[in-house]
Structures are given as structure tokens and as C-alpha cells.
């Protein structure tokens, strides 16, 4: 079964830029891995905020986007504000299955 | 808008089945896929599986043996069936539209 792998943890300092990126254990990520990206606070349900690696869902800011870098998937927060603190989770589809990333948590500090 | 309420029984002794029961209101079942996605208490998420609404199922390769997702386009909605749970069961169920859309979540307890 596939793994996918995100960053444990990243920090960054407010108006920052930080990149948090998601592989696959099969290989090069692609286009057709569709990886999604979601947020989540603590006591909240998980926020989609990125489908099909960089298409933004209506609500997502324009300071979040996705793309493929590297092999990997990635998720870039530019200009970084205080309440972008929270676990960020891709999804891959791969094998037929969709597979969660183990997550990533940002601190802006 | 589409919304989802879900529910079912919060606790469970092991071994018993876990049913929890998600309807879709503000849209139909066609043309979206419908996902049962879980999480532990501080843990991360794991998706179960999904259906079209056709019936068409695909299910997690770890927990395939114990899950059934069925549809009831009739009424609108979806629902989950897992078999023989145990305490690593316990976690926050979600059911989700095209990943896009999801419901508030219950919480299922596996405690004798």
C-alpha cells in the first residue's frame, strides 16, 4: 500500500513563506495522483483547501496555493498569517485508493 | 448547497459493527463520489473508502475484509458499515462529498 510522506512539522515567521510538500513511496507524484490539500485547527473538521494538485477551492485565500515540485506534491502559503497556525494534510490517490499524508503542523511564530 | 448530516451510535463494545448513516440535502447523489474518511484523537486522517451513486465501492486496502459502503438513492444518502471493531477503531468518523464537502463528524467509541 502507498505511503505518503509530509514534513513532521515547519515553522515560520508571520508575512513568511514556508512550502510544505507530499511524496509518494510509488515514485514521482504526478497530475494524475490529484493530490488534494486540507487544513485543520484543532476541534474543527479538516478544511479543503486545494483539489487536482492547484485548483482552489472558492474559499481558499489567495495566499495558499499548490503545485507539483521536485516529485512531490506542495502546498505554498505566501505572505503567512497567524491564523494560517494549524495541521495541513494532502490526499494522493495511488493504486486505486486515496492516501492521506500523516500531515504536517505549521507554527507561525 | 450541498450539506451532510450524519449519524449512528457513538459507542460500541468490541466486536459489534459500527453503522453510521450520512443524507445529503441541497444536492443528488449523481456525479459526486460520497467518502467515509476517519481520525483518532490527535491522530491523522484515514480515508475508509467511497461510492458513486451507481454503488459503485472502493474501499481502503487495509481495511477492506471489515467495510461496506452502501448507497440508497431513494432516500439520498449513504452509509458505512464496519465489522469487528476494536478500540483502534475509536475516532471521529466523517462522511465527505468529492473530498469538497464535509459533515460534522461522530464520534465513535469502542469500549467494553
Known amino acids: 500500500q502507498t505511503v505518503v510522506t509530509q514534513e513532521p512539522s515547519l515553522t515560520v515567521s508571520p508575512g513568511g513563506t514556508v512550502t510544505l510538500t507530499c511524496a509518494s513511496s510509488?515514485?514521482?507524484?504526478?497530475?494524475?495522483?490529484?493530490a488534494h490539500w486540507f487544513q485543520q485547527k484543532p476541534g474543527q473538521a479538516p478544511r479543503p483547501l486545494i483539489h487536482?494538485?492547484?485548483n482552489k477551492q472558492s474559499w481558499t485565500p489567495a495566499r495558499f496555493s499548490g503545485s507539483l515540485l521536485g516529485g512531490k506534491a506542495a502546498l505554498t502559503l505566501s505572505g503567512v498569517q497567524p491564523e494560517d497556525e494549524a495541521d495541513y494534510y494532502c490526499?494522493?490517490?495511488?493504486?486505486?485508493?486515496?492516501?492521506f499524508g500523516g500531515g504536517t503542523r505549521v507554527t507561525v511564530l | 448547497q450541498v450539506q451532510l448530516q450524519q449519524w449512528g451510535a457513538g459507542l460500541l463494545r468490541p466486536s459489534e459493527t459500527l453503522s453510521l448513516t450520512c443524507i445529503v440535502s441541497?444536492?443528488?447523489?449523481?456525479?459526486?463520489?460520497w467518502s467515509w474518511i476517519r481520525q483518532p484523537s490527535g491522530k491523522g486522517l484515514e480515508w475508509l473508502g467511497d461510492?458513486?451513486?451507481?454503488?459503485?465501492?472502493n474501499y481502503n486496502p487495509s481495511l477492506k475484509s471489515r467495510v461496506t459502503i452502501s448507497v440508497d438513492t431513494s432516500k439520498n444518502q449513504f452509509s458505512l458499515k464496519l465489522n469487528f471493531v476494536t478500540a483502534a477503531d475509536t475516532a471521529v468518523y466523517y462522511c465527505?462529498?468529492?473530498?469538497?464537502?464535509w459533515g460534522q463528524g461522530t464520534l465513535v467509541t469502542v469500549s467494553s
Open positions: 465527505v462529498r468529492n473530498f469538497g464537502e
Open positions: 441541497g444536492g443528488s447523489l449523481s456525479d459526486s463520489y
Open positions: 461510492i458513486n451513486h451507481s454503488g459503485n465501492a
Open positions: 510509488t515514485g514521482p507524484v504526478t497530475s494524475n495522483y490529484y
Open positions: 487536482s494538485t492547484s
Open positions: 490526499l494522493l490517490f495511488s493504486g486505486g485508493a486515496w492516501v
